[in-house]
């Protein structure tokens, strides 16, 4: 089959479409964009709904509402209105409710750059909002691994009945690759009963109650216990990561998305200068792959790079936890959507060898 | 004309008694477990099944049958 | 084989166009291919540039310090970029709007007057067609055919069109003046 | 003997969880016996708010998504976008709708939506424990204008029925008063005619309630009432503000 | 002098106006209301500017105006209302403005309940909103030390032209207790250029940009670089932690505000029964206490109990960094607002120790 | 020689950021005049937005604050209560002032707040690449809108003069068009009020004034005026909506 | 000495009142105390309760499981927290609206009839203080004097009230009946 | 009558040219660094100092004197 040249923005959005969203709700934002307007044409054609929300505060509460209905629903944004979705990520969790949120990431904080960074690694995997809860982040380094993740996304959500994260950045956003696409999946209505509906259904006839208000601490603590223990599951079942030339690796770089391509490449040229060099590229970011690291024989790893798109660097202290400072962490960044190249990853740990040498 | 009160729902608010032209309703002396001594039909006899005070009611107590 | 090329100019010049139509080319021959464009802040203005990457194997980072061809379509693009090119690395010039000041001994240079060319074609439109034509001309990266396989199926059938697509391409191909 | 008056079963069989007085209870009972009426118990949506509104999940017995503060008209647009079969409504307090939902009831009202919104108009936040809301009477005190509201540090009441009237999406506007049987009665008149516009596809339909707060105004339930038609009312006139096709 | 009996929330409101806040920017949300309202009373007092914004979204933009006219601002909330102002506190931060945010939690996620929790410490240590900036955390464990640190952020906030957050349970904010109040400072106003006006400004003028919009990625990249290290400066330099008779413990217990307390008490009565705990208290929860873990006796202290009023727990990782897995650690938690009691923890430890013994 | 006309000193010394043909620089220049004309570039406040407006940064010879996307009069009030003595305008195109930041107008204009908002109303969003705005037209088609924003799923064109002038604290509304000399001239004569009445302390003025986007539309300069003429204006009558003290 | 109190009651019956009043002795008195009310969504309706913890000490946990008062002022107060009061601990029941039903044998118990005393001094409104009265009477934490500068100062000095409510904490004082 | 036209800062955007009634401006041959062609005074003669291309000018590029 022919491979079609798309951008990551509208290959995610068709990723969408086939694995059975049939609601998306947006609002615009650099370097998304394409996203949303690939929606409004598409949309109508499969008859879904796409709308523009007001503001992505009111695009993740149209989703919501969506999903309470049983549809599979998306929104998508950049830093910025990713922030403004707090709330209603959090709130969506509360109720129980799967959707996809995806990230297409720029530099920050507060409005900074338009271009591609990888600046929101802490905010999806340990807190998108208030409340202590989760979400299933996953990072697509290529265009068509946008695609896989996208639709695998759609998935987890449902199944964990739970929002899911798509995390990239503005590169594999706007950037082309050669593609195919997945099997279309029919679009389901799935059926979620409310955890609320075991407490304000006193009545005992058969209506749902979805809702992030359980206003009983007893009830709000039971559904926590809850969460704790899925995620204990996803930690179990839901990890994903690359391992490349990571053999005889004695130096280790942890990078994921397009920072990972940029590891790659730099591999590529450090080997042929005699550096046993490899990577761990986690594609869930949460669940994070601990084991993965902890496997790493610590005696041969002489230490590892932390590699991102982004300063300071945020995923290191997940590295470490991972290495329990077995192996020490370096890290190389560049940030504010400033390039991160293959030089400066084989620069960075070139220093590092020589420092080492001293 | 019947009118019953149910005791357990009502929160002693008088909407009910403000409304009745016919002083059907007045207070009770009975504290439901809530802490509210609910309204009763002191006067059942005088009612005209207008309906007004079951309108008014915020708490749907009051139940009338003719 | 992989090879990175910049491709710069003003907003308007097509260069995304250009990046976009090698990659796809690529692509459609069964090779691999990776576009990037850049974006700013301000929608039109400026510079605008892009980079693709054209390769048969597996394409890591989209973005090097160094690439292997730069075209430049205007003087500050040649001005901004022309550290960027690796060393033995090709600089293809729009000669029409920009010229040669030096500056690189270790590199490849042409020229193409790509509006010049287009004008006479009678069609300033397919400025970036020639281009394109001078860089697989230049470069064999892609051939004709390939090439001329991806602009008709984006660029539609439309005849005449087709005609003048055709001869910007070949025009490109023939008139590329490599220097030093 | 016939039933004159009986308790609706679109509610669920409990005391409300509101205060004694509270016309909540009112507005709820009205929207129960509409349901009821119109036989949609089973393919309604209540979309309840962030305020005393969202005790609603203790009374409606239809289905009930409770959505963020404010963004009831959003979460309802998704609601009714994906359900189109199903009676939608949202029920929401002046704090919710005319504070921090602003954008979102201009816009589904801009919209169009084919859903009916019930606003509970008491002056006041009433679950927070009785801070200024938008619709506060100019010198009414608060816990936030503790002098009274004063218009040249906090403006006016906002009247929502006027400002959603500047828009020409919306199909049903109009103001009521509970503060006793015949404009409750008149209330129940333009629910019903929102309901009934809203199943005929007809598009945004918005019913302002005037309503009370015992609890946070410091006053009783009837002197509540009182209050109402001395104050609320005058600032807040009643009345049909859109019925027309456009 | 006469302590004052006050509720914690009224003593953070008079404890900002001490420390020269002139701007109170906030929207009602259980269980913070009191700020506000005290605000609204106290302020016309002090010449200073109450207002009640339209949100939290609103509120916290008002206090980012104010900041960059060179008020000392604050503006307080509660989870929920915490998450809409993740764009403005991640813009404060990029714009490099201080101010001061309280956060007086409840049991989450979505609307959860309004009773007391522990439930933002991630969202508060690790990525209030999008960009990769921190804030500086404290935390608060009496209505006393409510007051003094409230009076600290202003400080640190203005020292570091950076958001500070006191992190308090809504405990801390409806308790009373008696006080003794900081003395009032004057009132000034702050000067600060934003960084913005080095780029913005090519007339060479005598003008002021304060943005955190710097488009350009290299000088975003800058900014970034100078946050880092700022944020290792505060972790230097601004960490402050109790330790409570670690002297010979066995058994450490990791709380931080009321959790605490509550710890300070089950350590009474398990020293009663000879049980050797003691107690590591986080006041600063960004920069976090890494150092004081690091210096625990790994040859004594047997295990760590993380005590958290939320569930699942969130300081754990934070722990295990600091002891690096050297030292076990294990939790306790109570969550969505039921009350974590002294016996709670207490009966933690000793099953743990139970398990130990077997 | 006696300048008749001279670039004033609050614009910087550099070519805007702005796309050729784009009337937000005569925006930008008009306000720049009038702070010259004024003698105020020392004590003003530009509270800038997100969108193109934002590219003011490099613009405006003033002091400067950026607000977050929509936040813009919250922030303006912000600056404006702590720094009473600044001359302080909101600058919002359609996107920030009429979608996102609508609860924020709105109520800052309710407070009635001391400040000028000066609104560049050009039916997109110039800045994301030409999305459907609450200011698209009936038809008018945009990049979320590609058959032409449809009244029965995206609703009609946000008013917002109308829609402010609900509203009793502010001060003066009116809305320009900066088609023509003629009619810029105006809109010099309503931003001129709008800052002395400011500086008077009289509340809230706002001044909308309708804009292209050469760029989106996908028009040229020149075309783009013809449509305004033909559309725009239509759409949005010209006028002084509010002049009054209350 | 620290000694927790749980208060709980109706809304409107003075639970927070009478919790509040005796920290604010205790803190005048130069002691230590906290304060803790319980808060629900509800604004009003259904019960309110608080504790509130004396002490000579530095004050830890704010609540515990078991608490050494429990000062119930109806019926399914009483219910609720009968459970909480630690062995030994006292229950102080407000015997005008609650009477009790057994279920404890390891606890002292003391009624007051705190509304009838209330409505016999002529104001049902200082039932609250007929409660404190009995608390302090029985369990000795705070004096009598203590207490009234306490009230003096949070309900100010008009004398009738100042008269009625030190008349209501002397018969507190007095009529509290330990029982078993 | 003097009117300067700043190269560098003009977009070649043409509205003062369709505003100026004595068909004073022309896009001039030159491209600026931006790469714009910018207007000039072509007939500087026929200027009557009206200032509407002024008004227009959306860079603030035109100057008059007189
Ligand atoms: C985001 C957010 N902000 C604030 C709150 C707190 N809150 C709960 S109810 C309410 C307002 C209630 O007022 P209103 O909408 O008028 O409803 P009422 O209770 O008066 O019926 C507020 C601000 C919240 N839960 N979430
Ligand atoms: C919170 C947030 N949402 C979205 C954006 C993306 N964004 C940048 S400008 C803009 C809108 C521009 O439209 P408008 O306000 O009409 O201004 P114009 O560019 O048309 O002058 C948007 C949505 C953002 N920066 N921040
Ligand atoms: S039905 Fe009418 S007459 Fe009868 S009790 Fe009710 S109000 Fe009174
Ligand atoms: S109106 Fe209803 S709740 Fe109120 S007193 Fe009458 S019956 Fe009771
Ligand atoms: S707080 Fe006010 S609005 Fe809420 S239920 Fe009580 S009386 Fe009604
Ligand atoms: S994008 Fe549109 S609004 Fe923005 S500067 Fe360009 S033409 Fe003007
Ligand atoms: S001043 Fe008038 S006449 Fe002179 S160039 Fe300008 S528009 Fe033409
Ligand atoms: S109006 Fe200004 S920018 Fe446009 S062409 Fe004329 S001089 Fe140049
Ligand atoms: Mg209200
Ligand atoms: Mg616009």
Chains 1, 5 share one sequence.
Request: hydrophobic share 40%; with cysteine; net charge neutral.
């Amino acid at each position: 089959m022919e491979k079609k040249f798309l951008k990551g923005n509208e290959a995610v959005a068709e990723a969408a479409i086939l694995a059975g969203c049939r609601f998306f709700a947006g609002y615009p934002i650099t370097p998304q964009n394409e996203i949303p307007e690939y929606m409004a044409r598409r949309m109508p054609q499969v008859g879904g709904v796409f709308l523009q929300g007001e503001s992505e505060t009111a695009s993740v509460c149209m989703v919501y509402g969506a999903a309470a209905m049983g549809k599979l629903a998306m929104t998508s944004s950049s830093g910025p209105g990713i922030s403004l979705k707090a709330e209603g990520i959090s709130t969506l969790a509360g109720a129980q409710l799967p959707a996809v949120i995806v990230n297409v990431m720029r530099g920050g904080p507060g409005l900074g750059t338009i271009q591609a960074a990888q600046s929101d690694y802490l905010h999806a995997t340990k807190a998108m909002g208030h409340g202590g809860f989760r979400v299933l982040v996953l990072a697509p380094s290529t265009v068509q691994e946008a695609i896989d993740l996208t639709y695998k996304a759609f998935g987890l959500a449902v199944k964990y009945q739970n929002p899911a994260v798509v995390l990239m950045d503005g590169w594999i956003g706007s950037m082309m690759e050669p593609v195919t696409l997945p099997e279309a999946k029919e679009p389901v209505k799935n059926a979620y009963t409310g955890w609320g509906t075991r407490y304000y259904n006193p009545s005992g006839t058969d209506v749902d109650v979805v809702t992030s208000c359980l206003l009983e601490p007893d009830r709000q603590e039971l559904l926590n216990i809850h969460f704790g223990e899925m995620y204990e599951t996803w930690a179990r079942d839901e990890v994903m990561a690359e391992e490349y030339m990571l053999g005889d690796a004695e130096y280790v770089i942890v990078a994921y998305g397009t920072a990972a391509r940029a590891a790659r490449t730099a591999i590529g040229s450090l080997r042929e200068k005699g550096v046993k060099a490899g990577m761990l590229r986690p594609i869930s970011l949460y669940p994070f792959p601990y084991d993965a690291l902890k496997r790493l024989d610590k005696s041969r790893v002489r230490c590892i790079l932390d590699t991102e798109m982004t300063l300071p660097v945020q995923m290191k202290d997940d590295i470490r936890l991972g290495v329990t400072d077995a192996i020490p962490v370096h890290s190389c960044g560049r940030s504010g959507g400033v390039v991160l190249t293959n030089e400066d990853i084989e620069d960075a740990l070139l220093r590092i060898i020589e420092e080492e040498g001293k | 004309m019947k009118i019953t009160i149910n005791a357990e729902f009502c929160k002693s608010c008088g909407l009910c008694i403000d409304v009745c032209k016919r002083d059907v309703l007045e207070i009770g002396p009975e504290t439901n477990s809530k802490g509210y001594r609910a309204v009763v039909a002191a006067h059942p006899e005088h009612c005209v099944g207008c309906s007004v005070c079951a309108v008014m009611c915020p708490e749907g107590a009051i139940a009338l049958k003719k | 084989m992989e090879k990175k090329i910049t491709i710069a100019g003003f907003g308007g010049q097509g260069v995304m166009a250009i990046g976009q139509m090698l990659g796809y080319a690529s692509c459609k021959a069964g090779g691999n291919a990776l576009f990037l464009p850049k974006y700013g802040p301000e929608q039109r203005g400026g510079t605008a540039n892009c980079t693709v990457t054209l390769a048969d194997v597996e394409i890591g980072a989209p973005e090097s310090r160094y690439v292997d061809t730069l075209i430049a379509l205007n003087q500050p693009s040649l001005e901004r970029f022309l550290g960027a090119v690796r060393p033995g690395g090709l600089v293809l010039l729009n000669s029409s709007l920009c010229r040669w000041t030096g500056g690189r001994e270790d590199v490849k240079l042409a020229e193409i007057p790509a509006d010049d060319i287009a004008r006479e074609i009678g069609s300033p439109k397919v400025a970036n067609i020639v281009v394109i034509g001078a860089y697989i001309g230049l470069s064999g990266v892609l051939t004709e055919r390939q090439m001329l396989d991806a602009i008709e199926e984006k660029l539609g059938k439309r005849p005449e069109l087709l005609e003048m697509n055709r001869l910007a391409l070949k025009r490109g191909m023939e008139s590329a003046t490599p220097r030093t | 003997m016939d039933a004159l008056y009986e308790r609706p079963k679109s509610l669920t069989n409990r005391a409300t969880a509101y205060c004694p007085g509270c016309l909540h209870g009112v507005a709820t009972r009205l929207i129960a016996e509409l349901i009821d009426e119109l036989d949609a118990r089973a393919d309604t949506v209540a979309v309840l708010p962030v305020g005393c509104g969202t005790l609603g999940m203790f009374h409606f017995n239809t289905d009930i998504v409770v959505s963020p503060h404010g963004r009831t008209p959003a979460v309802a647009t998704g609601v009714k976008r994906s359900a189109p079969e199903k009676l939608v409504f949202s029920y929401q307090g002046d704090g919710d709708l005319a504070a921090i939902g602003l954008a979102e009831i201009m816009h589904a009202a801009n919209r169009g939506e084919n859903f009916t919104v019930i606003f509970i108009n008491n002056g006041t936040y009433g679950m927070t424990g009785g801070q200024m809301a938008p619709t506060t009477l100019v010198g009414q005190k608060s816990t936030t204008t503790p002098e009274g509201r004063n218009p040249a540090e906090t403006g006016y009441p906002m009247m929502m029925c006027e400002i959603l009237s500047q828009l020409r999406a919306p199909r049903y506007i109009a103001r009521f008063s509970l503060d006793c049987p015949a404009n409750v009665i008149q209330a129940k008149k333009g629910l019903r005619k929102s309901f009934e516009l809203q199943r005929a596809g007809k598009g945004f339909t918005f019913v302002e309630l005037l309503s009370n707060c015992p609890t946070n105004w410091g006053l009783s339930p009837l002197e509540c009432l009182e209050w109402m038609r001395e104050n609320t009312m005058k600032a807040f006139p009643l009345g049909v503000f859109r019925d027309r096709e456009d």
